[in-house]
């Protein structure tokens, strides 16, 4: 079970390849199993975030036309590119595309591009302007979904469903802009809100057992673990055997939700899913099988 950092991750990735070592990484670095067949990651990476959200609008919301507004850099880029993808997959369009200079944070003219521009600004939040699309992506960082909500009320999108990733999972964001995030859709690891069996259980033995507060990285350590004993507990004896018994075992009933390894070692899982209610964060929907 290997490294966290995106650099060691690459490194340690290419010896057990070139050594023919089995290996679990616990990082986001993408790409890292492509193409080798040793390696295996247990992580939420910023793109099975884009996908996800995408197929919980499209498959469990029932949404046709979707928009997207991300920061022009390699992380909005990269995250916009996998939403669309994985939208158009599943046969939604994306329809209002918008963009931003993350450095400038001016986000007046891409709002005013993506609602029209034509606000009436009426004083009831009751009030829908009609745009395109039904949903919309903002794959930012908390503090800037913060300047871009409020905005987004002022041009009269005051019932709009937001999509985001799980960097929007902080209290400030919540009990300040919580009123502009009702019904919003934030895909997460691990946290205290899953009623899971597996996710309390874990929870309360880490809390027995350390007097520490289980977070993300512990939940994937113990599911990397999991899998290990899981495969050498169906018979794995070789390297070899090691590597077919990951890749063929069905999904591991993990801390982060029933996951397994795609046919690249990937982790594949459906995340938590979690909205805002008033200034809470509370469960909208848990890990599931379904892709």
């Known amino acids: 079970m290997g490294p966290l950092t995106s650099r060691e991750s690459l490194a340690a990735a290419q010896t057990a390849q070139a050594t023919g070592v089995p290996i679990i990484i616990v990082s986001q670095r993408l790409g890292v ?23 919980y609008a499209v498959r469990r919301l029932n949404l046709s036309d979707l928009g997207v507004l991300y920061p022009n850099d390699q992380y909005g880029q990269a995250m916009y590119g996998f939403f669309r993808a994985e939208a158009q997959r599943l046969g939604a369009r994306v329809a209002s595309i918008d963009s931003y200079d993350p450095n400038q944070r001016n986000y007046n003219d891409p709002v005013n591009r993506l609602t029209g521009g034509q606000s009436v600004r009426r004083a009831s939040t ?70 899971r069996r597996q996710a309390t ?57 029933p996951f397994s390894f795609g046919p690249d070692g990937d982790y594949q899982v459906e995340p938590l899913m979690v909205t805002v209610d008033g200034t809470k964060f509370e469960l909208l929907a848990e890990p599931s099988e379904y892709r």
Do not use: C
């Open 33 to 55: 199993t492509t193409g080798r067949s040793m390696v295996f990651r247990v992580f939420l990476t910023p793109k099975h975030q884009a996908e996800a959200v995408a197929r």
């Open 126 to 195: 009751a009030y829908q302007a009609s745009v395109n699309f039904q949903a919309l992506f903002v794959p930012d960082t908390a503090a800037a979904i913060a300047q871009i909500l409020p905005l987004m009320a002022y041009n009269d999108l005051t019932r709009m469903v937001y999509l985001g990733s799980s960097i929007w999972l902080t209290k400030d964001l919540a009990q300040n802009s919580g009123r502009y995030l009702k019904g919003a859709v934030i895909p997460d690891a691990f946290n205290s809100l899953s009623e």
């Open 201 to 257: 259980r874990f929870r309360e033995a880490f809390n027995q057992s350390t007097g520490r507060v289980a977070d993300q990285f512990a939940a994937y350590g113990f599911d990397a673990g999991l899998a290990l004993a899981t495969a050498f507990g169906a018979g794995a004896g070789t390297r070899a055997q090691l590597v077919n018994a990951l890749s063929a075992i069905k999904p591991f009933d993990g801390a982060t939700g």
